[in-house]
């Protein structure tokens, strides 16, 4: 079955990095597009970058939050199944559960990460 684990989260000072991880399985990687959410407390679940699939548009990347724009980046290694979330210059107002999802027939979440921004 479709399996996706996110990983890399955590504490973090403000303007540091943090790179998170989604391993992905059962289902054939490379064509699906790939994205990332984040949830805040209270706050409906926001797409956060897209990248899409090597069948789609060649792995070509889209930025949905202006809030990261210019710091978070998403990439994805397809031999390995694996899409990535670079998170650069966080600030304390990035602190949310981080969710990697890919949409088959259904959307598919994994369990999310928690990062938190604090000094």
């Known amino acids: 079955q479709v399996q996706l684990v996110e990983s890399g989260g955590g504490l973090v000072q403000p303007g540091g990095s943090l790179r998170l991880s989604c391993a992905a399985s059962g289902f054939t990687f490379w064509v699906y597009d790939m994205s990332w959410y984040r949830q805040a407390p209270g706050k409906e679940r926001e797409l956060v970058e897209v990248?899409?699939?090597?069948?789609?548009?060649?792995?070509?990347?889209?930025n949905y939050a202006d809030s990261v724009k210019g710091r978070f980046t998403i990439s994805r290694d397809n031999a390995k199944n694996m899409v990535y979330l670079q998170m650069n210059s966080l600030k304390p107002e990035d602190p949310d559960v981080y969710y990697c999802n890919t949409r088959l027939i259904y959307d598919y979440w994994g369990q999310g990460t928690q990062v938190t921004v604090s000094t």
């Open positions: 990248i899409g699939s090597d069948r789609t548009s060649a792995g070509e990347t889209t």
